[in-house]
């Protein structure tokens, strides 16, 4: 089992930039697929980004696509986003997920708490 802990969100203004970071527990951090989603006030829980467990694989939501960066240090048991260019419709709690298999899944079976990113206009 793994444990997940977000940091580095906040509020920003449109065009800026923010770095997400997601810490896991254990020793067993490069045999999970790791992910990010969001979710928007009143709105569904949507796919982000993902990377596989070697971090030789990435796939982006097309909403993000070119602006986001998905990334992972193995030694460092972290997972990061970072995220370029931000709009509003950005804004949403981004939640860190986890997978013990070679690619996330669309319903990952570990979860973060979550971070509030808030984009301003």
């Known amino acids: 089992q793994v444990q997940l802990v977000e940091s580095g969100g906040g509020l920003v203004q449109a065009g800026g930039s923010l770095r997400l970071s997601c810490a896991a527990s254990?020793?067993?951090?490069?045999?999970?697929?790791m992910g990010w989603f969001r979710q928007a006030p009143g709105k569904d829980r949507d796919f982000v980004a993902r990377?596989?467990?070697?971090?030789?694989?990435?796939y982006y939501a097309n909403s993000v696509k070119g602006r986001f960066t998905i990334s992972r240090d193995n030694a460092k048991n972290t997972v990061y986003l970072l995220m370029n260019s931000l709009k509003p419709e950005d804004t949403a709690v981004y939640y860190c997920?986890?997978?013990?298999?070679?690619?996330?899944?669309?319903?990952?079976?570990?979860w973060g708490q979550g971070t509030q990113v808030t984009v301003s206009s």
């Open positions: 990377i596989s467990r070697s971090g030789g694989s990435t």
């Open positions: 997920a986890a997978d013990q298999m070679v690619l996330l899944s669309n319903t990952p079976k570990y």
């Open positions: 254990g020793r067993t951090f490069s045999s999970y697929a």
